[in-house]
């Protein structure tokens, strides 16, 4: 990983995940970490994914992981779920802070023989926020925040469903 990863994770003992603006084809994922900072909680950050869409966490191989999440989680990585990353994410978030570094530092593209790519012509988008939202929402969600969100969630699977 990036000498700058490593740099925030040895500055920050609380900080589970570091990570920074990743260029995924032609778009800037990362957007929303809130500048110049270079750590938010983790529980802010999952907040903010659930809430406003803000991706911080891009993919297992642009981010540094601190070693020792990884080895108390069996397995580091949930079971049966095509998102699995990102659960994981939520998990050392849940317990651990985000640091970020403000540069573009990793480049993904989409990769038409990815195990997700046959799912994506279902425009999944909907339904994987409100799986999110359902599993994830009472840990770093209000109770009205909760219930609003998953409201909102259900209306666009609907409005997706009708078309």
């Known amino acids: 990983m990036c000498r700058t990863h490593v740099e925030v994770a ?8 570091v990570s920074s603006y990743q260029l995924f084809d032609n778009e800037i994922n990362g957007s929303g970490f809130p500048y110049p900072g270079t750590v938010v909680s983790g529980r802010e950050a999952c907040r903010r994914l659930l809430l406003h869409d803000y991706f911080f966490t891009g993919s297992p191989t642009s981010i540094l992981i601190r070693a020792d999440c990884v080895r108390r989680a069996r397995p580091f990585f949930p079971v049966g779920w095509v998102h699995a990353d990102t659960e994981a994410c939520f998990n050392v978030l849940a317990e651990h802070d985000l640091g970020f570094v403000h540069q573009v ?10 195990l997700s790519s046959p799912i994506n012509r279902f425009n999944p988008g909907p339904v994987r926020k409100f799986i999110f939202a359902k599993t994830y929402g009472p840990r770093f969600l209000s109770e009205s925040e909760y219930r609003e969100h998953l409201r909102q969630n259900l209306r666009s699977i609907w409005s997706v469903s009708r078309k």
């Open 10 to 17: 040895e500055a920050n003992p609380t900080v589970g995940i």
């Open 105 to 114: 530092l990793t480049f993904s593209r989409k990769d038409n023989e990815s």
